[in-house]
Structures are given as C-alpha cells and as structure tokens.
C-alpha cells in the first residue's frame, strides 16, 4: 500500500485477516472489516450473512454495530474503517450514516464481480426512475403516514441522527 504508513497496513492485514479466517472456518463470504479510534481497533466484523441468516450481514455492518455498541453510541465520528474489499451500496449506506470520517479498502468491487459477488447491478439500479427498476416500487399515499412526520418534526424531545 505505496504512500500510507504502517498503521494502515496493520489495520488494513487485521481486517484482510479477518476475512480469510472466517472464510476458511465456513462463517461466511470472503470479507472482513475492522473500525479504528485513535490509532486502536474498537471493533471488528466479518461476513455472516450464510450462517446468520441474514443478508444485512456484511462485514462492514457487522464491525459498525459492534462499534456502535462498544463505543455506546450511534455516531462514530472520529473512527475509521478498514474493510478487505470496496464497500457494497447497503454497506457504502451504512457508513455514510454511521459518520465514519475514512473508507480505506483491499480489493475493488470488480474483484469481487470476478469471483460471484456482483454489486454493479446495485449500483444501477439505485438511479433509474422507481418504475423502471427490477423490484417492484410503488408509493400509497396515506394520510396517516404523513401525520407520523408531522409529529416528528413538531416533536420537542426528539433526538436527531
């Protein structure tokens, strides 16, 4: 990794280790992540979505929710994550919610079309027009929904994240 200092490459083998690891002992797909506060890993994740059942599984939101939990709060401002592969869009999503300040990542996410794992289709179906995508999306308006916004926007105690 020209250019970045030993930190990185020790952050960065953690989480390429992680993915290997999990992947050998059957966890999950080939991907790890770990997020870094002041220099110190606070978490870890690697891909479980086979073995938990759960698509959401991702090694990238696995190490934010242990973050989170960790660190006792929803924002992980200050941190970083180093993840063995280019975020997929939910995980991209995810990070940019959780507010994590840097994205450093091994493989691409053309390495991992050429092994089976094709976000791309993702990545275009986020900008068509909701008619034309591969899932049928539709909106119903309810009256009733958007009384629960008002509420919230009027609301005094609410907290914002």
């Known amino acids: 990794m020209c250019g970045h200092s030993n930190g ?45 059942n759960d698509p ?28 063995s592969c280019e975020p997929c869009p939910m995980c991209l999503s995810a990070i940019y919610w959780a507010r994590l300040e840097a994205i450093y990542f091994a493989n691409t996410r053309e390495d991992a079309a050429d092994i089976g794992f094709d976000d791309d289709f993702l990545y275009r179906e986020i900008p068509k027009p909701l008619s034309e995508r591969q899932i049928l999306t539709e909106k119903i308006d309810l009256t009733e929904a ?3 916004f008002e509420e919230w926007r009027v609301k005094p105690d609410k907290v914002m994240y």
């Not at 959401?56 to 993840?83: D, K, N, Q």
């Open 8 to 52: 990185h490459d020790q952050h960065m083998l953690r989480a390429i280790q992680l993915s290997a690891e999990r992947m050998r002992a059957g966890k999950g797909g080939p991907f790890g992540a770990v997020i870094v506060k002041d220099g110190e890993i606070v978490a870890e994740g690697f891909n479980q979505v086979t073995t938990s």
């Open 56 to 83: 959401t599984a991702h090694a990238e939101v696995m190490a934010i929710r242990r973050a989170c939990e960790a660190l006792g709060t929803f924002s992980l401002e200050g941190c970083t994550i180093y993840t």
């Open 146 to 148: 958007r009384e629960v």
